[in-house]
């Protein structure tokens, strides 16, 4: 792969089971170049993505929180979702949202209800790393993010509720005193009526 690429590109693997430790990890490789610019072999370095996830979880993004380092071909590289404690290693988002998003913009962000997995509705926030063939995401669970705004629109919808039950109430008292206004003046001139007879 490095042998025949014109390109100086730090190549990321798919998580990988190593031969020696059995444990899976990310090989991070980049070609030697020589001083007269031919192969000159390539350096390989493995990292554990638990240290990916180790960080992730010093980071609060609430229950339902979602974060993801993930390939430009859609294999997450490392990442957990908090509320299952799953990390979904070596998963392929092939044809997901963010792989159309992140290839027609660098950085943004999007609604979804993670159909493939748990089914949470989440606000995924994405960037895709400049010099590298990486995509991070952070997706915040709707429930918990909307909750401050849940809580006020219930605050006024109560408010709303209680304003016009008074002025049902008004309303109703108005018309029960009003129809005792016609009943009086309709007494009233009857009696106007029987007293001016001869």
């Known amino acids: 792969?490095?042998?025949?690429?014109?390109?100086?590109?730090?190549?990321?693997?798919?998580?990988?089971?190593?031969?020696?430790?059995?444990?899976i990890s990310l090989q991070l490789s980049r070609k030697i170049r020589q001083a007269d610019g031919t192969f000159g072999g390539v350096v390989v370095i493995s990292i554990d993505p638990n240290d990916f996830t180790r960080f992730y979880d010093s980071i609060n993004i609430g229950h339902d929180g979602a974060i993801r380092?993930?390939?430009?071909?859609?294999?997450?590289?490392?990442?957990?979702?908090?509320?299952s404690g799953v990390d979904f290693l070596g998963t392929s988002l092939a044809g997901s949202t963010l792989l159309a998003r992140a290839s027609i913009q660098p950085s943004g962000w999007y609604f979804t209800a993670s159909a493939k997995e748990d089914r949470v509705k989440?606000?995924?926030?994405?960037?895709?790393?400049?010099?590298?063939p990486l995509i991070v995401t952070v997706g915040l669970g709707a429930e918990e993010s909307f909750a401050g705004l849940s809580a006020e629109l219930n605050a006024y919808n109560s408010l709303a509720a209680l304003v016009t039950a008074l002025i049902l109430i008004v309303m109703g008292f108005s018309i029960h005193d009003r129809a005792q206004l016609e009943r009086a003046g309709t007494e009233l001139k009857a009696q106007n009526a029987v007293s001016t007879q001869p």
């Open 1 to 23: 792969m490095h042998i025949d690429s014109k390109a100086d590109d730090l190549f990321i693997s798919k998580p990988l089971v190593g031969r020696v430790t059995g444990k």
């Open 69 to 83: 380092v993930v390939g430009s071909d859609g294999i997450v590289r490392a990442g957990r979702q908090l509320n």
């Open 122 to 132: 989440r606000l995924i926030f994405y960037r895709v790393l400049q010099d590298f």
